[in-house]
C-alpha cells in the first residue's frame, strides 16, 4: 500500500491550501480515508475523515468549519481544502487509509503516507 500527501507549503495567516493523496496497492473504494497532523513536539492528532462512500465526514473541533476533506474514487484520490489557516495549524499532515470504519484514534487506521508539511506563518 502506497499514500502519496502532497500539496503542502508555506502560507500566510488567513490563506488556505489544498492538501492531494493518491492511494495505490489497496482497493479505494473500500476504505475509509483521513487526514492526522502532527506539529513539533507533539503527538500526531485527528484531522478528518471520510467514510468509503464518502456520505460521512467528520473533523477535529479546531479545524470544523475551515477545512473540508473529499474524495474521487476514479482518481484514488483524497483531498483536504484548508481555509482560514493560522499558525496553529502549521504540522506535518499525514493522510491514512483503513478497511475497518475509522475513526478519531490513531489505532483504527492501516496505512499512512509519508506526510506533506504545512507552514502558517504570521
Known amino acids: 500500500v502506497q499514500l502519496q500527501a502532497s500539496g503542502g507549503g508555506l502560507v500566510q495567516a488567513g490563506g488556505s491550501l489544498r492538501l492531494s493523496c493518491t492511494a495505490s496497492g489497496l482497493t479505494f473504494s473500500n476504505c475509509d480515508m483521513g487526514w492526522f497532523r502532527q506539529a513539533p513536539g507533539k503527538a500526531r492528532e485527528f484531522v478528518a475523515a471520510?467514510?468509503?462512500?464518502?456520505?460521512?465526514?467528520f473533523y477535529a473541533d479546531s479545524v470544523k468549519g475551515r477545512f473540508a476533506i473529499s474524495r474521487v474514487d476514479t482518481k484514488n484520490m483524497v483531498s483536504l481544502q484548508m481555509n482560514s489557516l493560522n499558525t496553529e495549524d502549521t504540522a506535518v499532515y499525514y493522510c491514512?487509509?483503513?478497511?475497518?470504519?475509522?475513526?478519531?484514534?490513531?489505532?483504527?487506521?492501516?496505512?499512512w503516507g509519508q506526510g506533506t508539511l504545512v507552514t502558517v506563518s504570521s
Open positions: 471520510i467514510s468509503w462512500n464518502g456520505v460521512a465526514a
Open positions: 491514512a487509509a483503513t478497511e475497518r470504519r475509522g475513526g478519531r484514534n490513531i489505532g483504527s487506521w492501516d496505512a
